[in-house]
Nanobody
Framework: QVQLVESGGGLVQAGGSLRLSCAAS????????MGWFRQAPGKERKFVAS????????YSEDSVKGRFTISRDNAKNTVYLQMNSLKPEDTAVYYC???????????????WGKGTLVTVSS
């Protein structure tokens, strides 16, 4: 089992920045691909970004490219999502996820965090 706990969400004005963190415990963190998904109010959960086990390869959804950066620190068992130039449409619950391969869909996920709310005001 892997336990994932997100933090860093909150209320921010449009154009601002937030950094989300996801602390992992349990099985060896560095064995897993990690990622972030988000679910906006009334919408389905969608992929945001993912990172391979070493941190050498990252993938992100088109709408966040150039604004969001995913990274990981295997020594701290933590994955981060740096979010810059935030827009109201980024408002969502952000979920941390872990899986055995590149994370793109819910089918790639073995473990989920409980989520952290990000609200971007206009």
């Amino acid at each position: 089992q892997v336990q994932l706990v997100e933090s860093g969400g909150g209320l921010v004005q449009a154009g601002g920045s937030l950094r989300l963190s996801c602390a992992a415990s349990g099985r060896t963190f560095s064995n897993y691909f990690m990622g972030w998904f988000r679910q906006a109010p009334g919408k389905e959960r969608k992929f945001v970004a993912s990172i391979n086990w070493s941190g050498g390869h990252t993938y992100s959804e088109d709408s966040v490219k150039g604004r969001f950066t995913i990274s990981r620190d295997n020594a701290k068992n933590t994955v981060y999502l740096q979010m810059n130039s935030l827009k109201p449409e980024d408002t969502a619950v952000y979920y941390c996820a872990a899986g055995p391969r590149i994370l793109r869909t819910d089918y790639d996920i073995d473990y989920w965090g409980k989520g952290t709310l990000v609200t971007v005001s206009s």
